[in-house]
């Protein structure tokens, strides 16, 4: 093995990653990823499923009684999202479920994950409850279940109700008290039907992006405002992972974390120390509060300032035994040493070192993939992984009634082999959910990156099955 690689090797056995699973790793893709396999190599009771979340496709967004979301106002802001886009009409997914879930099935995927909307159920984000919007996720539960399809329910995936953001949202420590009643309320309705349940939708996305950055609602910025949004998340995460436990008999409980495999530009020690550091933040803040091992200060010491934010109790709070992590995978990150207050490391970016990329300027690298899954397979307290996003965005065109879009193809066939070869190394992967159904509202990037298996035109909003979406109809049989 050449330096660089000892030297890797040697830092990431601080960050999670055994040596020796690193040399494997290192030996392994030395050869081209092995595209024959088929869906009995991951296993009989293997959980095949695809995902979508509320405000990227349901719309509606003030009809029905449904409140205003931090997403609903940011996206109203001038200068906020690409093209001036919103998500006020979506892809109408809450017109259109039934022809949209009925897709799900036409594709073979058994499971269908999507999100509920805290402010179509709690206007105010507390308080009254609107029924309509309560009876809508009837709907879409019950249509799932005639059809044999299991519903995946993630909690929350972004969009606090604008209300709760007025109080300072997830800043304010009282999200505890307003994320615990909507969660106490939601897990009553819904449990006798959906036994499987996500709390929380990637936290470092939307503390990093909308209280660190600005760049997403509710568009904050600055460590103070991150630092506490992170903290409340941990511990909504586990509380809400506690009263799903309560109140649902049988449930089987997750969490979904952002991943991204890091290494560092070069072999100096500077940008190795760089590549931890960012991997405490991207890999390991969320996650292993909940395991029991607090905030990784060792990779990070910065971190150590969190502890001013605990109350009495908070780091066994902050603890919660999941039944599962859901692990979503897009990109590789490289790093270099930065001044960047606190993580004082940078993000070098696929464009300045000219590899292949998604839309969205994300490399495309499924090594990554397999590495970042045996780094959090090796927890001890990490039951089982479920893949609870994976996909990617490329420049979709419809031709002749059909949309050729073999790069996507690729990458789930790459994404997927390396899925398998750390299923078949021991790592206790039980189940993979593409991202996503349809093309749908993609944040601040508004409807210019595509990643749906099914094309929508978004003037008549047409659905369109992709290439990608009949090769898992035939993957899948």
Request: net charge positive; glycine share 10%; with cysteine.
């Amino acid at each position: 093995m050449n330096r660089r690689d000892w030297i890797k090797a040697t830092a990431l056995t601080t960050s999670g990653l055994l040596l020796n699973d690193y040399l494997l790793a290192n030996k392994l893709f030395q050869q081209p990823l092995a595209l024959g396999f088929s869906k009995g190599d991951f296993g009989n009771d293997f959980k095949w499923g695809i995902a979508q979340a509320s405000y990227q496709t349901e719309g509606a967004w003030n009809i029905d009684g449904k409140g205003e979301s931090v997403w609903d106002h940011f996206s109203h802001t001038k200068g906020k999202i690409e093209n001036g886009d919103t998500g006020d009409l979506a892809t109408d997914f809450y017109h259109k479920y039934k022809s949209d879930i009925q897709l799900v099935k036409d594709m073979n995927f058994g499971i269908f994950r999507f999100s509920l909307s805290w402010s179509r159920i709690f206007p105010k984000g507390t308080g009254k409850i609107n029924p309509l919007g309560v009876q809508y996720y009837h709907n879409v539960i019950d249509e799932c279940i005639a059809l044999g399809i299991e519903p995946w329910v993630t909690i929350f995936h972004w969009d606090t109700p604008q209300t709760l953001e007025e109080q300072g949202g997830w800043t304010n420590r009282k999200m505890v008290d307003w994320f615990s009643e909507y969660t106490e309320f939601v897990t009553k309705e819904y449990g006798n039907k959906v036994k499987n349940w996500m709390i929380i939708n990637e936290p470092l996305s939307y503390t990093g992006m909308g209280y660190m950055f600005g760049e997403m609602a509710p568009g904050k910025k600055g460590l103070k405002n991150f630092k506490a949004a992170a903290h409340h998340s941990v511990l909504c995460q586990a509380e809400g992972g506690r009263i799903v436990r309560k109140n649902v008999p049988g449930a089987n409980i997750g969490t979904t974390f952002q991943l991204s495999w890091i290494d560092p530009i070069d072999d100096s020690q500077k940008n190795i120390a760089a590549a931890k550091r960012m991997d405490a933040i991207y890999n390991r803040l969320f996650i292993e509060p909940s395991l029991g091992l607090g905030y990784p200060e060792d990779g990070l010491p910065y971190l150590k300032t969190m502890k001013k934010l605990y109350a009495a109790g908070d780091e066994k709070m902050m603890e919660f035994d999941f039944d599962f992590i859901g692990a979503q995978y897009y990109y590789r990150t490289v790093a270099k040493k930065s001044m960047m207050p606190g993580l004082k490391a940078k993000e070098i970016s696929p464009k300045k070192r000219g590899v292949a990329m998604n839309e969205m300027d994300g490399e495309i690298y499924p090594e990554g993939f397999y590495q970042i899954l045996k780094q959090i397979g090796n927890y001890e307290k990490v039951k089982k992984i479920i893949v609870t996003e994976n996909g990617t965005c490329v420049k979709d065109t419809v031709v002749g009634g059909k949309v050729h879009d073999k790069e996507r193809i690729k990458y789930f066939k790459d994404h997927l082999a390396a899925m398998l070869k750390a299923k078949k190394e021991g790592v206790n992967i039980d189940g993979y959910f593409v991202w996503s159904l349809t093309d749908n509202f993609e944040w601040d990037k508004g409807f210019r990156p595509r990643f749906g298996l099914v094309h929508v035109d978004f003037k008549t909003l047409n659905r369109t099955v992709k290439d990608s979406g009949y090769w898992f109809k035939e993957f899948l049989k």
